[in-house]
C-alpha cells in the first residue's frame, strides 16, 4: 500500500527564485489562488445584481454573510463589524480550503502546517495590536485574571502567559491536525478499497463514501472553530473582559 502521507508531499511545479528566496509554484500554491478565484467571482456574481426574490447564488451569500455576522455578534458585539471583512474573507478562504481538498486530484491548503501557522501568528498578532492600540499598556492587564489577589500574581502571570502563547500553537495544530487526519484515514481506506478483492473490497469503498461525507461537516466546523477563536481573541483584546479592569 502507497504512504497515506504522499498526497500531502509538495513538489515544485515551476522553480521561481527571487532575491536567492526561494518561491516557486506547487500545487498548494495554485490552489491557494484557485480558492481566492473562486471566492471573489461567487460573491461578485452574487452581489452583482441583487433582486427582491434572491437567485440560489444570492441565497448562498446572504447565508453565509448573516451566519458570519451573527458569529461576531455573539462573540464581540456590535464594535466588532469593523473587522467583518477581514473574518469573512477568513472563514471563506478556509472553508474552500477544506472543502476543495476533498475533490480527489486536488490539494488540501489547510494540511499544511506551515499555512495554518501562518494564520495563527497573523490572528494572535492582530489581536495585540488592536489590544496595545485600544488599551496602551493597560493592555498587559489580560495577564491578570480578574478577581486575583496580589500574593497570587507571581504564579498567575506567568500561567498566563503560557496560556497566551499556547493560542497561537493551538490554532494552527487544531486546524492542520484535523485536515490531515481526515484525509489520511480516507487514504488508507480508498487504498484497502482497491487491493481487497471485490467480494470484501466493498466495504471499505462504503465507509470512504461515509467518512467523506463526515469530513464535508468537519470541513465547516475547522472554518467555524478558526473564525470563532479569531473572534474570542480579538474581542478579549477589545473588551480586556474578565481581566485587570475587573479585578478587585
Known sequence: ??????????????????FGVDISLNKAVLM??????LVAVVFILAGSSPRMVPTKLQNLAEMFVEFIRGMILDTIGQQGMRFFPFLATLFLFILFCNLLGLIPGSYTVTSQIAVTAAFALFVYGMSLVVGFALHGVKFLGILVPGGTPMWMLPLMIPIEVVSQLARPLSLAVR?????????????VLFGMALSLPLLIGWLPFVVTVAINGLEVFIAFIQAYIFTILTCVYLGDAITLHGHAEHAH
Open 175 to 187: 486546524l492542520f491536525a484535523n485536515m490531515t487526519a481526515g484525509h489520511t484515514v480516507l487514504a
Open 1 to 18: 500500500m502507497d504512504n497515506p502521507l504522499h498526497p500531502f508531499e509538495l513538489h515544485p511545479l515551476v522553480q521561481l527564485s527571487l
Open 32 to 37: 491557494m489562488w484557485l480558492v481566492i478565484t
